[in-house]
């Protein structure tokens, strides 16, 4: 081939390349209140994907295109949370793996023009990057979706995550999601369990849900909604044990949270006998269920939590507003009892919900991570949740921490108690 002709296919791929992939998504801004700082950082490891959305602006009919909008943007459970944190002011390192491909080099470059780091991003070169193809309906919910994340599986091995076992053994916390391989969950629990690191367990979706079972014993908190609870619970006991059944009516939302705790407590209890310490239950816009021991503790060495300034305004905000509110303390050792807490969702303008359990998520490990407490972390969870909702990406552009710390203040003091005994 002629230096012309190779130039001339160079152009050509790189039209291709800027027709897929238009341009890199905008500047990840991280908030000002928090420069990185070198030392301990939280690790997540599990997907980092490529999101495609197709939302229609037509009513879609089954067998034929209607005209809509369709966006590439950044996307994986564990991607999202990691972005989650970092806007709110916690560094994590990110363990992951991407194709070297357009949407690997997109993913890459967005990490990159963040200041985030990219030590735990593996590249595999003749590997697709996963991407996940999502329809949505009118309403911003889910339709349909297709998910190619077979990478994370292949190349995401304990070989690979043993390369930062010293950035995970010194971390404050581990998240793991349940993309990952059961040998590579393992690996990662393994290192944690030596170190004293707790672990959070995302399980990302039904069918991956039951990849808790084989590591239930080393698992501190995990974040279901209420069908993955079912399948988690079955998956560590008889198949079809547990049961949910959706209510259809209901006259308010205290009679739907009522019969959500009586159709899920005891998965939730069952699960707690298994090991886990701490359950958040998501229930869509009917808030979260907090379910544990008296005596949890998320953060065995308080000493890596790393307050920041943005932690610091939540801090001086949420102030009262927590456990010492209510008639038990989870910090008190030598307790037995089971609790439950409901801490209820705020009403807001729904544009799209595929980032709102990412970012509750990312909401409560860097609340965690900052210093706050469980209680006062599930509801800035809640509050960032809220903010992911209104927007179109997974991960709003900034966040506001008087703004998250208002909506944080509103769901505390209407949480209640559901259960102590």
């Known amino acids: 081939m002629t230096d012309a002709a190779a130039s001339s296919s160079r152009r050509r791929m790189e039209a291709v390349r800027r027709h897929l992939l238009p341009r890199p998504p905008p500047v990840l801004s991280l908030n000002q209140l928090s ?52 806007k709110l002011g916690t560094q994590p390192l990110m363990i992951s793996v991407i194709g070297d491909d357009m949407a690997g080099d997109f993913l890459l470059k967005y990490w990159r023009l963040a200041g985030l780091c990219t030590d735990g991003i593996l590249q595999v070169p003749d590997v697709t990057t996963p991407v996940v193809s999502n329809v949505f309906d009118g309403n911003g919910e889910l339709f349909a979706g297709v998910a190619s994340v077979q990478a994370v599986e ?10 930062f076992y010293r950035r995970i053994s010194i971390a404050p916390l581990l998240m793991l999601d349940a993309n990952l391989s059961p040998e590579s969950l393992q690996a990662a629990c393994k290192i944690a369990y030596e170190s004293g690191v707790p672990v959070l367990f995302e399980p ?35 198949p079809g044990k547990y049961n949910f059944v959706k209510l ?10 009522d019969y959500l705790f009586e159709m899920l407590s005891p998965a939730m209890f069952f699960l707690l006998e298994k090991g886990i310490k701490l359950l958040l239950v998501t229930l869509g816009s009917n808030g979260v269920f907090i379910c544990c021991r008296e005596h949890v503790n998320f953060m065995k060495d308080p000493k890596r939590c790393k307050v920041t300034p943005f932690s610091t305004q939540l801090l001086e905000k949420l102030e009262g507003c927590s456990l ?16 439950v807490f409901h801490l209820p969702a705020t009403s807001a303008s729904v544009v799209s919900l595929t980032g709102a359990g990412d970012c509750l998520v990312g909401g409560f490990l860097s609340s965690l991570c900052g210093g706050l407490d469980i209680m006062q972390s599930v509801a800035v969870g809640i509050a960032v949740a809220k903010a992911s909702v209104e927007s179109e990406a997974n991960i709003p552009a900034n966040f506001s921490a008087a703004s998250i710390a208002d909506e944080a203040r509103r769901t505390l003091l209407s949480a209640r108690q559901i259960w102590c005994q």
């Open 35 to 86: 420069a990185p700082e070198a030392g301990q950082s939280p690790v997540i490891i599990g997907g980092m994907v490529l999101d495609i959305h197709a939302k229609p602006s037509v009513p879609s009919h089954p067998g034929t295109t209607v005209p809509g909008m369709v966006k590439y943007i950044g996307g994986g459970v564990a991607r999202n949370i990691a972005e989650c944190m970092a």
């Open 154 to 163: 292949t190349f995401l091995t304990p070989t690979w995550i043993y390369q």
């Open 204 to 238: 990302v979706s039904v069918v991956k849900s039951s990849r808790i079972a084989p590591i239930a014993e080393h698992i501190t908190c995990t974040s279901p909604n209420e069908i993955e609870l079912i399948a988690m619970a079955n998956a560590l006991s008889t």
């Open 248 to 257: 259809e009516q209901c006259s308010n939302k205290a009679e739907s949270v």
């Open 324 to 339: 010492s509110s209510m008639p038990v303390n989870l910090s008190r050792e030598g307790s037995s009892r089971t609790c």
